[in-house]
């Protein structure tokens, strides 16, 4: 157990609806990455906050958007949903927020788009 | 494109041999990480080397670095069964910020 906490573990949706996905870092964790991962795409890194800012942007799009709020959990808001938005999405938490250093995984959100 | 490429995509080996993975990126980095996932499951960090380190051990894992050759190697010694698992190596983007990750090395131990 990694001490990162994510729910909904499993979310199954239509195309065109929203959904937000939860992340409670580790303890003592600032900084909070989220990632998707798909089966032709990898593990893609999507963007980072630290202590309630948004720190690096990865490839994000447009219709996705996160915050990370006082209490350091953060939320990945997924609208106008497409089929090849189907993946696992990750949240990592870190203690510092500067260069890369190791992140504490969590479990993942398995997000099914019909 | 990816900053890290794993190669092989897989590999398959027997209980007790030694399996070797290797990593390529493209740009400078200030480390490079290693970590393992179980299918479906969250990534867990293995080992992180810095740009300045040639070597790095963690128990039966061996990490080496080669900045010239932009390239890093994982090996696991006397592999088990529960190694089975998929590999990556990620490494830090420009600036230092963002953490990129290749598409990974699937290993599978056979008992």
């Known amino acids: 157990d990694s001490g990162v906490t994510q729910t909904p573990k499993h979310l199954i949706t239509a195309t065109g609806q929203r959904v937000t996905l939860r992340c409670s870092p580790r303890?003592?964790?600032?900084?909070v990455y989220w990632y998707q991962q798909s089966l032709d795409q990898g593990l893609q890194f999507l963007i980072q906050?630290?202590?309630?800012?948004?720190?690096a942007k990865g490839n994000i799009l447009e219709r996705f958007s996160a915050q990370q709020f006082p209490d350091l959990h953060s939320e990945l808001n997924l609208s106008s949903l497409e089929l090849g938005d189907s993946a696992l999405y990750f949240c990592a938490s870190s203690v510092e927020g500067g260069k890369a250093n190791e992140q504490f995984f969590g479990p993942g959100t398995r997000l099914t788009v019909l | 494109s990816q900053q890290g490429e794993e190669d092989p995509q897989a590999l398959s080996i027997q209980e007790g041999e030694n399996a070797t993975m290797n990593c390529s990126y493209k740009?400078?980095?200030?480390?490079l990480q290693w970590y393992r996932q179980n299918s479906g499951r969250g990534l867990v960090h293995l080992i992180l080397i810095r740009s300045n380190e040639r070597e790095k051990h963690s128990g039966r894992l061996r990490v080496t670095l080669d900045t010239s050759k932009k390239s890093s190697s994982l090996l696991i010694t006397a592999s088990r069964a529960a190694d089975t698992a998929s590999y990556f190596c990620?490494?830090?983007?420009?600036?230092?910020?963002?953490?990129?990750f290749g598409a990974g090395t699937r290993l599978f131990v056979k008992a």
């Open positions: 906050y630290y202590n309630g800012e948004e720190r």
């Open positions: 303890s003592g964790d600032l900084s």
């Open positions: 990620a490494t830090d983007g420009p600036g230092g910020f963002k953490t990129i």
């Open positions: 740009t400078s980095i200030n480390n």
